[in-house]
Protein backbone atom coordinates (compact mmCIF):
# COMPACT_ATOMS: atom_id res chain seq x y z
CA UNK A 1 0.00 0.00 0.00
CA UNK A 2 1.18 3.58 -0.60
CA UNK A 3 0.85 6.94 0.97
CA UNK A 4 0.42 9.98 -0.68
CA UNK A 5 3.10 13.10 0.28
CA UNK A 6 2.16 15.65 -1.75
CA UNK A 7 3.40 16.60 -5.48
CA UNK A 8 3.06 13.70 -7.23
CA UNK A 9 5.50 11.54 -4.70
CA UNK A 10 3.81 8.26 -2.73
CA UNK A 11 6.20 5.89 -0.92
CA UNK A 12 5.35 2.59 0.57
CA UNK A 13 3.89 2.63 4.13
CA UNK A 14 6.34 -0.19 4.55
CA UNK A 15 9.27 2.00 4.35
CA UNK A 16 7.66 5.14 6.78
CA UNK A 17 9.80 5.25 10.30
CA UNK A 18 8.13 8.24 11.09
CA UNK A 19 6.11 10.71 10.48
CA UNK A 20 6.94 14.18 12.60
CA UNK A 21 4.98 17.69 13.14
CA UNK A 22 6.66 20.81 11.45
CA UNK A 23 6.92 21.88 15.37
CA UNK A 24 9.84 19.63 16.29
CA UNK A 25 11.99 21.35 13.92
CA UNK A 26 13.20 23.16 16.67
CA UNK A 27 14.53 20.49 18.98
CA UNK A 28 17.87 20.35 18.17
CA UNK A 29 18.08 16.74 17.67
CA UNK A 30 15.43 17.17 14.85
CA UNK A 31 17.91 20.22 13.48
CA UNK A 32 20.82 18.12 13.71
CA UNK A 33 19.85 15.14 12.11
CA UNK A 34 17.73 17.42 9.25
CA UNK A 35 21.28 19.38 9.05
CA UNK A 36 22.74 15.34 8.29
CA UNK A 37 20.09 14.61 5.91
CA UNK A 38 20.20 17.53 3.87
CA UNK A 39 24.73 16.93 3.76
CA UNK A 40 24.21 13.46 2.90
CA UNK A 41 21.71 14.64 -0.12
CA UNK A 42 18.72 12.79 1.63
CA UNK A 43 16.49 15.77 2.33
CA UNK A 44 14.02 16.44 -0.30
CA UNK A 45 11.22 18.81 -0.35
CA UNK A 46 8.05 18.11 -2.11
CA UNK A 47 6.15 21.55 -1.03
CA UNK A 48 6.48 22.86 -4.99
CA UNK A 49 6.30 26.68 -3.27
CA UNK A 50 4.39 26.04 -0.06
CA UNK A 51 5.28 25.62 3.37
CA UNK A 52 6.11 22.43 4.37
CA UNK A 53 3.56 20.82 7.57
CA UNK A 54 5.96 17.90 8.10
CA UNK A 55 8.76 15.43 8.16
CA UNK A 56 8.08 11.95 6.72
CA UNK A 57 11.30 9.35 7.62
CA UNK A 58 11.31 6.43 5.47
CA UNK A 59 13.99 3.85 5.11
CA UNK A 60 15.83 5.65 2.73
CA UNK A 61 14.94 9.31 2.22
CA UNK A 62 13.69 12.30 4.12
CA UNK A 63 10.65 14.16 2.81
CA UNK A 64 9.22 17.33 3.57
CA UNK A 65 5.96 17.36 2.81
CA UNK A 66 3.01 20.33 2.41
CA UNK A 67 0.36 17.40 3.93
CA UNK A 68 0.16 17.78 7.64
CA UNK A 69 1.60 15.29 10.03
CA UNK A 70 -2.25 14.37 11.10
CA UNK A 71 -3.38 13.96 7.96
CA UNK A 72 -0.64 11.61 6.66
CA UNK A 73 -1.02 9.09 9.84
CA UNK A 74 -5.22 9.42 8.75
CA UNK A 75 -4.26 8.40 5.42
CA UNK A 76 -1.79 5.76 6.31
CA UNK A 77 -4.34 4.49 8.41
CA UNK A 78 -2.00 4.00 11.40
CA UNK A 79 -3.19 3.26 14.65
CA UNK A 80 -1.36 6.03 16.40
CA UNK A 81 -2.64 8.81 14.44
CA UNK A 82 -3.81 11.62 17.24
CA UNK A 83 -6.96 14.42 16.71
Do not use: N
Request: charged share 25%; net charge positive.
Amino acid sequence: MFLHLGADVMVLKQDIVAVLDLETRTASTTRDFLKIARDHGLLQSITEGEKFRSYVITTDRVYLSPISCGTLKKRAGLAWAQE
